[in-house]
């Protein structure tokens, strides 16, 4: 599988230790930065450009998910939500990382490096990258309002 990651400078130790690890277990690891360490830098960018490559994959039929990492996860999660395509769920514990793969066939994983350890971390992204869909017939119906929103503004109930 296709994995695309990126991160902000509070995860780049734990962003290196995935793409090790993910490319040890035969995923292709795209890196989508940042490539330096900068205190000061900004996550919407980074994480802005992994989601739109998982959409991009997606819509190509190609097998992808995404990884986007920061101290906390949450407002990398917000940036990657903002592409269109994209369910970007923060993942803390494994429930978590199965519901979102299981009910809401989430394709961006957000983590919060300053929460957890690396092998915590890469466990829970085993689990999400090897859960499937259920298919179930009531979150395909959700996930179309999500989309039927995110296509046309229109709020269905």
């Not at 990492?69 to 994209?86: D, R």
């Amino acid at each position: 599988m296709k994995i695309h990651i990126a991160t902000d400078h509070a995860g780049m130790e734990l962003s290196g230790f995935l793409v090790d690890s993910l490319t040890e277990l035969g995923h292709e690891v795209v890196d989508h930065g940042p490539k330096v360490y900068d205190a000061l830098d900004d996550y919407p960018g980074f994480c802005i450009q992994a989601a739109l490559a998982v959409a991009k994959d997606r819509v190509s039929g190609e097998e992808a998910l995404g990884i986007v990492l920061g101290g906390s996860g949450n407002g990398e999660q917000m940036a990657a939500n903002k592409v269109k395509g994209i369910r970007a769920a923060l993942i803390w514990n494994p429930e978590t990382a199965e519901l979102a793969r299981d009910h809401n066939d989430a394709n961006v994983a957000a983590i919060g490096a300053r929460q957890h350890d690396n092998i915590e971390v890469l466990e829970l992204i085993k689990i999400f990258i090897t859960q499937p869909f259920s298919n179930d017939e009531r979150h395909l119906r959700r996930i179309g309002k999500l989309m039927q929103f995110e296509n046309t503004g229109e709020v269905t109930y």
